[in-house]
């Protein structure tokens, strides 16, 4: 049977990162996507220009037109914008209780845009955090949720997971991909164990959407595999090579898209 998964999430019309990333990571992954949008965002790969954000009463109605209806398998909830946004997605989560939530706490774009207002961080942590099943910040947006300092070394990644999974977090696979360096490291800590996950770095500018893809990818691939261990590795194997595969694109002047493939999943 082929998994029916949901991206709730913002857009990005260049079709690198938010609903448009997702959706394409779902289908490459041999599953069913379905998308609820949270904002319009005019966006390419040079930065954001506008956020529009739809009003949090009709990402409500979204979500019960298409919960009423249709089965979910596993959920990614990417872009929120603002705080009644997320106070909407939350309490669906509630009603629905949906499956297999990964939660990409996404704050700001690589360009340096904002994607979320600063006065909703602790809507995030305090609402939607303890609903996810597993949450994926990068670096900075760890720290931003714990009120700390930006770390800086791979060394220190396992303590700050601890931290954040004492936020009351099922599981976190904190992103490193901020430290830089000739690898690529991420750290999960989930279901008693940690884990370290290396990949080369993959020496490219088109790196535009990697968070979107690698939580879309664990999303499906958790909808698929029977622990999230083997969802997240399989995930970030996934994304190196869209990474990889991202030099047949030509796609505007910035930081290009990375490139979803269809023919590793079956
Ligand atoms: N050039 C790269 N080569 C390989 N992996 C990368 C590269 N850039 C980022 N990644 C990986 O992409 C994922 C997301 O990266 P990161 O920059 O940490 O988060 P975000 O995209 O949310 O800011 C992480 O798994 C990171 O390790
Ligand atoms: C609509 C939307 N959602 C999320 C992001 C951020 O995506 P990310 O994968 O972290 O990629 P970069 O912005 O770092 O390239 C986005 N840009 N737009």
């Not at 009423?68 to 629905?96: F, H, N, T």
């Not at 360096?181 to 790196?207: P, Q």
Request: proline letters at 4%; a negative charge; hydrophobic letters at 45%.
């Amino acid at each position: 049977m082929i998994r029916n998964v949901l991206t709730i999430a913002g857009t990005d019309p260049s079709g690198g990162a938010g609903v448009q990333a997702d959706l394409k990571t779902f289908s490459a992954h041999g599953t069913y996507g379905m998308s609820v949008i949270t904002a319009l965002v005019a966006q390419t790969t040079t930065g954001v220009s506008a956020v529009h954000e739809v009003p949090a009463g009709f990402v409500t109605e979204q979500l019960r037109t298409l919960l009423d209806d249709v089965r979910v398998d596993a959920v990614k909830i990417g872009m929120l914008s603002d705080a009644a946004i997320i106070g909407a997605v939350a309490a669906e989560l509630e009603r629905y209780r949906l499956p297999n939530v990964v939660l990409d706490p996404v704050m700001v774009a690589k360009s340096g845009d904002r994607l979320l207002a600063e006065e909703a961080v602790l809507a995030l942590r305090d609402e939607l955090l303890p609903r996810a099943d597993l949450i994926t910040p990068n670096l900075p947006e760890a720290a931003d949720l714990l009120g700390a300092e930006e770390i800086t070394d791979v060394a220190d990644m396992p303590a700050q997971a601890a931290r954040l999974r004492r936020l009351g977090v099922a599981r976190v696979l904190l992103k490193g991909g901020h430290l830089g360096g000739s690898s690529s490291v991420d750290v999960l800590d989930a279901d008693g164990a940690v884990e370290f996950l290396r990949e080369e770095r993959v020496d490219t500018k088109n790196d535009h959407g990697t968070g979107c893809t690698l939580s879309a990818a664990t999303a499906a691939l958790r909808a698929r595999r029977p622990d999230w261990a083997t969802a997240v590795r399989e995930a970030k194997e996934y994304l190196s090579g869209a990474l990889r595969a991202a030099e047949q694109l030509e796609v505007g002047q910035g930081h290009g898209p990375v490139h979803h493939f269809h023919d590793r999943w079956d």
